[in-house]
């Protein structure tokens, strides 16, 4: 019994700690998948403004197809908790056409075991631009 006691006192904190890490590894692979597929599917998507920002609808597209897979957002979230508000889309401007598009994750909070971690920043993927710019 006292054997078993010093045991679980010390392995029940290890096996937390790996289930802990083994999660939040497991959520960030997620959403490196996700940004990597609304980054491709940005650099290819015609867009449509010459100031750099992106259109409501560009952007609109791009955030779902972060959050949800599709453009149309139907379904849901890859990951629990994420929304459009987190996905951050940065349009790297050469002249009046895009050089490259760039899809961040930004403050979406991973509540694990015992603890909770916040992506800012991270995971951030860049595609250079192959589209068009709309007429």
Not at 23 to 28: A, K, P, Q, R, S
Not at 44 to 51: C, E, G, I, K, V
Not at 116 to 130: A, C, L, Q, V
């Amino acid at each position: 019994m006292i054997e078993l006691a010093v045991a679980l006192g010390i392995l029940a904190p290890i096996l937390c700690g790996v289930f802990q890490f083994g999660y939040t590894l497991f959520v960030y692979n997620n959403l490196e998948s996700a940004v990597r597929g609304g980054a491709r599917y940005a650099s290819m998507r015609p867009f449509d403004s010459a100031n750099g920002t992106p259109s409501p609808e560009f952007s609109t597209a791009v955030k779902n197809m972060v959050v949800y897979g599709n453009p149309a957002g139907t379904g849901s979230p890859i990951v629990p908790g994420l929304s459009g508000s987190n996905v951050q889309i940065q349009a790297n401007m050469a002249g009046a056409i895009p050089d490259s598009m760039t899809v961040a994750i930004t403050d979406y909070k991973v509540d694990a075991v015992f603890a909770s971690f916040t992506f800012t920043g991270k995971p951030s993927r860049t595609f250079p631009y192959t589209g068009t710019p709309a007429p």
